[in-house]
Structure formats: C-alpha cells, structure tokens
C-alpha cells in the first residue's frame, strides 16, 4: 500500500539553524512527492514537489530530493527564519491506485528568534 | 490569478443536521478532491471529482457526499452530522489530478 512515515515533531531550532525534517515513503507504482506547509488557521500551501528519482524540488530556500534507493524525500533549509514556523506535511500520490495525496502526520517547526 | 476558494470559512452546526461545503477550484483545473483534517486522524481523502464524475472516494460513510458542476466548482454534503464530523475540511484543486494541487483555505466545522 501507499503510506508517508514522517519526522516527529515538534521541532524548535533558533533563527539561522539548519532545518532537517526527515520523510521516508512507500508505494506501489512510481509516485511524485510532495511537501506542503500549513499556517495557523490556514489550508495547504504547496512547498516543492519532485515527479522523478533524483528529482530535486526546491523554494523559498527549502530543498528535497526524491531518493528512490531509499525510499525517501527530506526536507532541508541551510537557515531558518522565525516566518518559517509553521507544520510541514510530506505527500505522495501516484495514478496507480487513484489520485489521492498520502500525507504524513506532519511535523511542527518553530524557530525562535 | 485567482486561488482555491472555500465557502463558508467557519460552520456551527448541531447534531444530527446536515451541512453543505462549496469550493471553488481554480480557473481551467477540472479535478476537485476533498480531505478532511483532524488532529486525531490528520489528513484523510474523502473524494475525488473530474469533469463532474467522481473518480475516487476514500474510506468514509454514505453520509458523506459530493458533485461537481458543470463549471467545476463543487460541494460536499454531510448529513446526520456527529460529533466527530468535526474538523477542517479541505478542498484541493488539480489541472488533471495526477500533479501538484493547490488547497483552499478550508471549511472549519464545529458539530456541537
């Protein structure tokens, strides 16, 4: 089956740290891969994707690598900004069993100034 | 460009009524797909529209239900509502529903 297995949270780094949050996958098919992050009160924002192995999304500063040999898309920031706290969500979908997202648990940022 | 809009923002409903959820997709995005968001369950796939069939439901009752309208812009319907029906309920929109989609803000809907 498809399921997203997420970092536990929540996270509290200081303004300028190193951002790791870890997401590992499993799939049937060849899925595309997601981060999505959620603002207090707010829906899904759309943060990077990656379609394909080796793919690399990135935005805003925020990078992942779509790793197929280890099943797995990590999200990295080189230096956080307190504008960064929020909850991070890794997603994949994949055609082969319908259409649908399979979000992890999402993890909780917070960077303190 | 205009984003995914959801209407109403915030719902107060009592058991056992029934409530109707609207979204709006994007322009020229033909797939519409529900979540319902809780802290107990997370992120849960209710359905899926494209060009007003759905193509995909999730793991919920028959009282949960939905359409899409000829303009894509569609609604889900809750009927006998419970208590735990309580929870943020997303709308995603999608050009094709195989890529990136774009969340609205969401409905909140409190059952007391």
């Keep these: 089956g498809n399921s997203v297995t997420q970092m536990e949270g929540p996270v509290t780094l200081s303004e300028e740290a190193f951002l790791t949050i870890n ?6 098919g060849y899925p595309s891969l997601f981060w999505y992050v959620q603002y207090p009160g707010e829906g899904l924002q759309l943060l990077l994707k990656a379609t394909k192995a080796d ?22 920031k080189g230096s956080v900004q307190v504008s960064d706290s929020a909850v991070y969500f890794c997603a994949l979908r994949t055609g082969e069993t319908g259409n649908q997202f399979y979000f992890g648990t999402g993890t909780s940022l917070t960077v303190i100034p | ?48 529209y494209f060009s007003e ?17 000829s303009n894509s812009r569609s609604e ?25 989609a774009f969340f609205g803000q969401g409905t909140r809907l409190t059952v007391v």
């Design chain 1, 23 to 28: 997401c590992t996958y499993t799939a049937t």
């Design chain 1, 55 to 76: 793919d690399k999304g990135s935005n805003k500063g925020f990078e992942a690598t779509y790793r197929k040999e280890t099943t797995s898309f990590h999200l990295e």
């Design chain 2, 1 to 48: 460009k205009a984003g995914v809009t959801q209407t109403p923002r915030y719902l107060i409903k009592t058991r056992g009524q029934q409530v109707t959820l609207s979204c709006s997709p994007i322009s020229g995005h033909r797939s519409v797909s529900w979540y319902q968001q809780t802290p107990g369950q997370g992120l849960q796939f209710l359905f899926e």
């Design chain 2, 53 to 69: 069939t759905q193509r995909n439901k999730g793991n919920f009752p028959g009282r949960f239900s939905g359409r899409q309208f």
């Design chain 2, 76 to 100: 889900m319907n809750v009927s006998t509502l419970e208590l735990g029906d309580s929870a943020l309920y997303l709308c995603a929109s999608s050009v094709t529903g195989l890529t990136e």
